[in-house]
């Protein structure tokens, strides 16, 4: 339901106005990579101004998304490394419980008792 109440209310007027921005903008532009002769570039190219927005507009997404998920690259080795401890930490409290196990016939002296843990509901 809010799936369709977000499609109406937010990508439908977004659809029109990219097509209107595209049919307004159709005239060709020169896009020159010859900052040294402006009349004859040795490298150009000739497209529609709206087909250079969106590339440029694409191009802006790829290199945000990437530059954020380089940045979070430590968050994610941390992430990483907090798992191996925890799965470290219970296969240690799984071996103390099965010695603990085995040596329950003889006497457990003060206040011992069974080491326990409750596994993350994930």
Excluded at 9 to 27: D, E, G, K, Q, S
Excluded at 86 to 99: G, I, K, M
Excluded at 108 to 115: M, Q, T, V, W
Aim: hydrophobic content about 50%; glycine content about 4%.
């Amino acid at each position: 339901m809010v799936r369709n109440i977000l499609f109406w209310v937010i990508l439908v007027p977004l659809a029109i106005v990219i097509v209107m921005f595209a049919a307004a903008n159709r005239h060709p532009v020169t896009v020159s990579f010859d900052p040294f002769h402006a009349t004859e570039p040795a490298g150009s190219v000739t497209l529609p101004l709206f087909v250079l927005v969106f590339v440029l507009v694409i191009l802006g997404v790829i290199l945000g998304g990437v530059a954020a998920w380089l940045r979070q690259s430590g968050y994610r080795r941390a992430a990483r490394m907090r798992d191996a401890d925890v799965a470290a930490l219970r296969r240690e409290v799984e071996t103390l419980n099965r010695q603990l196990a085995t040596h329950q016939d003889a006497p457990i002296s003060g206040s011992a008792s069974r080491l326990s843990y409750r596994p993350s509901s994930h």
